[in-house]
């Protein structure tokens, strides 16, 4: 079994405790709790079958899992969070999940852009003024606006904490330019700050001049 938290396989033999649920009329349910004989962390999985016979289907419970990307490890951790618990709670509450999204969108402008702290919608015409983003991202953060109504619903640019109403597929396009704006800012930077290292070395083990900063 590889193990959700760790990434990592381990021997699940002894090391299963079943619980058997009570059958409904839908069928057959139990709960296997797994311990990571790596990371020492708990898996629950949820099994169903509609004879005790039949094929079983199996859902992990627990921890909650996502089809997005993983967060990259370059982005920084208080943003990272917000990400991560906006892409837990998607499908449950697109509302929160975009005011989350709002809010790491604000983090990057104000921390990295050092744009000036104001509504969301303002920040967005400063960044987009300085004409300094690639054209993809610049359309991206622009149809925010489009998609999120700004015009309409003032609030969410104003105070992207509160939990309001979102647009049909507006949580899920937050997430995607997120995930453009990660790349960019954090996880090509990392890339070229690597690659120059790598190279530094070499030249170094050549005694040659290395690369400028």
């Known amino acids: 079994m590889i193990c959700p938290f760790c990434s990592i396989g381990f021997n699940i033999t002894g090391s299963t ?3 058997q649920l009570k059958d409904d009329s839908q069928g057959h349910w139990r709960i296997e709790q797994r311990v990571c004989t790596e990371c020492g962390k708990m898996n629950l999985t949820l099994f169903y079958s509609k004879s005790k016979l039949g094929e079983e289907t199996e859902t ?3 921890p909650r899992l996502s089809n997005r990307p993983q967060c990259p490890i370059e982005v ?9 618990e906006a892409v ?7 509302k929160a999940s975009a005011a989350l999204s ?3 969108l604000q983090h990057i402008l104000e921390d990295v852009e050092k744009v000036k702290p104001a509504n969301l919608s303002v920040e967005i015409d400063e960044i987009l003024s300085r004409k300094a983003l690639p054209s993809h991202l610049s359309e991206s953060i622009d149809a925010i606006r489009a998609i999120g109504n700004f015009a309409a619903h003032p609030t969410k640019s104003s105070a992207t904490r509160e939990i309001i109403a979102v647009e049909s597929g507006e949580a899920e396009w937050l997430l995607s330019v997120l995930e ?3 790349d960019y800012y954090f996880v090509q930077p990392a890339k070229t ?3 120059r290292e790598e190279l530094n070395k070499k ?5 040659k001049k290395s690369l400028k900063s």
Not at 76 to 84: L, M, S, V, W
């Open 102 to 104: 709002r809010r790491c």
């Open 180 to 182: 453009g704006l990660f």
């Open 17 to 19: 405790i079943t619980i």
């Open 88 to 94: 837990l709670i998607l499908n449950d509450s697109p």
């Open 193 to 195: 700050v690597k690659r």
């Open 60 to 62: 992990i419970i627990y």
């Open 76 to 84: 920084p951790q208080d943003i990272a969070e917000d990400y991560n």
């Open 203 to 207: 030249l170094e083990d050549a005694n």
